[in-house]
């Protein structure tokens, strides 16, 4: 890989590099738990859920309906670090599977080349 850490053996919890073909293939929910400053500065994957995570009991609770249909979450942010942390947290609320997306946007726009969409005012 590209050097990123390998996460804890957390069961319902992966953190991997994904394309976001991939993500929308698999039908996962995309949420982007960045801050509002990060997605204006660089854009965000269209179709994402933009919620930044502060804790996980308020970030479950606002996509909880999301979830209902069993799928999975996939967690992206600037590098991949704050979705493995909290990807971590939220594999061990949730019946759903979590994957961090490793490298996050640096990744997805840097190395993949996904061309970005402003985030809705």
């Not at 890989?1 to 053996?9: E, H, K, L, T």
């Not at 660089?42 to 979830?67: M, S, Y």
């Not at 979705?83 to 990744?107: C, D, F, P, R, W």
Request: proline fraction near 5%.
């Amino acid at each position: 890989m590209f050097g990123f850490g390998a996460a804890p053996q957390i069961e319902g919890f992966e953190h991997k590099v994904m394309s976001v073909d991939d993500m929308k293939a698999s039908g996962a929910l995309i949420v982007d738990i960045r801050t509002p400053p990060e997605w204006y500065q660089t854009g965000v994957i269209e179709g994402a859920k933009l919620l930044t995570f502060q804790d996980p009991q308020t970030f479950v609770a606002a996509i909880k309906d999301d979830i209902a249909d069993g799928r999975d979450i996939v967690l992206v942010c600037r590098s991949g670090n704050r979705t493995q942390a909290a990807g971590m947290y939220l594999a061990q609320m949730v019946e759903n599977k979590v994957v961090s997306a490793a490298g996050g946007m640096i990744e997805i726009v840097g190395r993949q080349g996904y061309q970005t969409v402003a985030p809705a005012p």
